[in-house]
């Protein structure tokens, strides 16, 4: 299976932190949730480092 | 003809500032918010100087403050030493923590009384230029509805998530060592000194960033910190989980917030043809406090007067709108580049050398003190340490 960024939901706040580190413009809060855009995902994991509660998970 | 003269996106106090001041000056506006309800959810610490405050508004709502403070304590990471910003009431350091939830809305219904459109739950999508015009065409979503209207200035006042500055072709987007990474608990039962804000400063527990208590009334506080992305090795909720539960054991979290906070260097330029970005969504944003509410609104004000200047000569040119960046970067803007000075140099600063930082500061008169003294006087009893950073303050 191809690796990808998921998010828990019981954890993400939609902050909007990972969008601010997101070179790719590969997420988006939509109204008040968030959603990856995979297409546009490099797996580049800043999102994952700058999350405030650690939501976004890597998914192998 | 144009749909608007301006359109802001984003109604949070910069969006709601620039759509209010607009509308009062006769300008056809519109407000769009993306989320269903204005303020919400919070992600912010709520706390403002009251000077420039009292400043920004003659008629201040009591409902928008939560709590007034005299002024600020900072404590040294072994807890040993704290330094106390205070002096008299109406001094540089005496604050208000806001109710951000009525204070937003407030804003807003503000900009809607002074004439200003507004649509809530409607998402800008996407922007085209409109080249044989010079104008902007802004691309919306309301439920099923897409929709375009044109307009001569767009505001992004999209915050830290913005999308209006890379639309537009500037690059906003921060590095890890650019971002504060925050959470927060609104926490009732909890005893402390609600005469002050509290700083925690501390390399090891809260890497990069600081812990904040801010009073919200009585028995009641703001918990929260923020730690540097790219220097915290466990999750800021972790780190602040660790604090409450030594110091706040009764504790009980009423509401939890988070947030992101820009702390790298000021953007060059906020400006591109027909767009000027405000607040977050411009960087505007303390790199040592983390303050950004009063830049939001100052900033915001600068871009009106501009935006007005450039509708009257018919010209939304970069050119044109560049004098918003004069304006910004005379005012705050100096304080944004020195303060991210100083804290590139608290960055490499252990805990033992902040403890002896503060130390030094044991018996200092602090009864005139604000932040610009108090780090000058830092410099002047740490010259070895801190020499470099002497040229920022004369």
């Known amino acids: ?60 | 003809m144009t749909d608007y003269d301006i359109i802001i996106v984003g109604a949070g106090p910069a969006g709601s500032t620039v759509a209010r001041s607009a509308a009062e000056n006769g300008l056809n506006v519109l407000l769009l918010e993306k989320r269903q309800e204005i303020g919400v959810p919070v992600r912010c610490a709520e706390g403002v100087g009251k000077e420039k405050f009292n400043e920004i508004f003659k008629d201040i709502d009591k409902k928008w403050i939560s709590a007034e403070v005299d002024g600020a304590k900072v404590y040294s990471p072994d807890k040993k030493t704290e330094i106390v910003l205070s002096g008299d009431k109406a001094g540089n350091e005496a604050g208000y923590v806001l109710n951000r939830k009525i204070f937003d809305k407030d804003l807003v219904k503000l900009a809607t009384l002074a004439g200003s459109d507004l649509m809530v739950k409607t998402t800008a999508t996407g922007l085209k230029k409109n080249k044989d015009q010079g104008t902007i065409e802004l691309t919306m979503q309301n439920s099923d509805e897409i929709f375009t209207a044109e307009t001569k200035i767009l505001i992004g006042a999209d915050g830290i998530e913005s999308k209006i500055g890379n639309w537009a072709g500037m690059n906003t987007t921060l590095n890890l060592n650019e971002l504060e990474s925050c959470v927060q608990y609104q926490m009732t039962n909890i005893d402390f000194d609600e005469r002050f804000c509290h700083f925690y400063l501390s390399y090891e527990t809260i890497p990069g960033g600081y812990l904040w208590i801010f009073p919200k009334g009585k028995n009641v506080a703001n918990i929260g910190l923020g730690v540097l992305s790219s220097l915290s090795k466990k999750s800021p909720k972790e780190y602040l989980d660790n604090f409450v539960n030594n110091n706040f054991p009764d504790g009980k979290i009423i509401e939890i917030n988070a947030g992101g906070v820009p702390v790298g260097y000021p953007l060059k330029s906020a400006v591109n043809d027909n767009v000027m970005l405000v607040g977050d969504a411009a960087r505007h944003v303390d790199p040592i406090t983390g303050g950004g509410i009063l830049n939001a609104m100052i900033g915001g004000l600068f871009a009106t007067n501009i935006a007005i200047e450039s509708i009257n000569k018919k010209d939304y040119s970069v050119k044109t709108l560049k004098k918003y960046d004069e304006l910004w970067k005379n005012d705050f803007g100096k304080t944004l580049h020195r303060n991210k000075k100083v804290q590139e140099k608290l960055l490499t600063t252990d805990d033992k050398t902040l403890n002896s930082i503060f130390h030094s500061m044991e018996n200092y008169n602090i009864t005139e003190a604000n932040t610009k003294k108090l780090l000058y006087e830092i410099i002047k009893r740490n010259p070895k340490l801190l020499w470099d950073l002497k040229g920022l303050f004369i």
């Open chain 1, 1 to 60: 299976m191809e690796r990808k960024i998921n998010i828990n939901r019981y954890k993400c706040a939609c902050c909007g932190a990972c969008i601010a580190v997101c070179n790719f413009n590969a997420n988006e809060i939509i109204n008040t949730f968030l959603e990856i855009k995979d297409k546009n995902c490099t797996l580049c994991f800043s999102c994952i480092k700058a999350c405030p509660f650690r939501a976004i998970e890597l998914e192998e």
